[in-house]
Nanobody
Framework: QVQFVESGGGLVQPGGSLRLSCEAS????????MSWYRQAPGKEREWVAR?????????YEESSVKGRFTISRDNAKNMVYLQMISLQPEDTAVYYC??????????????WGQGTQVTVSS
């Protein structure tokens, strides 16, 4: 059974930083790209970042997070991370990890973890 367990969220002031972690299990982690997503209050879940299976290629949502967020992974630990700097109130959301959208047609990846809440407020 595929599972994702996100952690590392919290309350941070504008301009602050956080590092989110996600532990994946139930599949061959090292052979899949991974993504981070977020869902703000009253909005749909949106894709934030992607990292290739090897970690050599990364992509980010252009308009709001590129240059501030960095995705990374540790295949030995089945972990993916999201380093976030210069956080702004509009980054407030529940953050989730999962495989990229193209792979989520696989029924194994149909469920989401509990997510981790990030709140940016003074």
């Amino acid at each position: 059974q595929v599972q994702f367990v996100e952690s590392g969220g919290g309350l941070v002031q504008p301009g602050g930083s956080l590092r989110l972690s996600c532990e994946a299990s139930g599949y061959t982690f090292s052979t899949y790209s991974m993504s981070w997503y977020r869902q703000a209050p009253g909005k749909e879940r949106e894709w934030v970042a992607r990292i290739s299976a090897s970690g050599g290629t990364t992509n980010y949502e252009e308009s709001s997070v590129k240059g501030r967020f960095t995705i990374s992974r540790d295949n030995a630990k089945n972990m993916v991370y999201l380093q976030m700097i210069s956080l702004q109130p509009e980054d407030t959301a529940v953050y989730y990890c999962n495989v990229p959208p193209a792979y989520r047609t696989d029924i194994r990846f149909g469920s989401w973890g509990q997510g981790t809440q990030v709140t940016v407020s003074s």
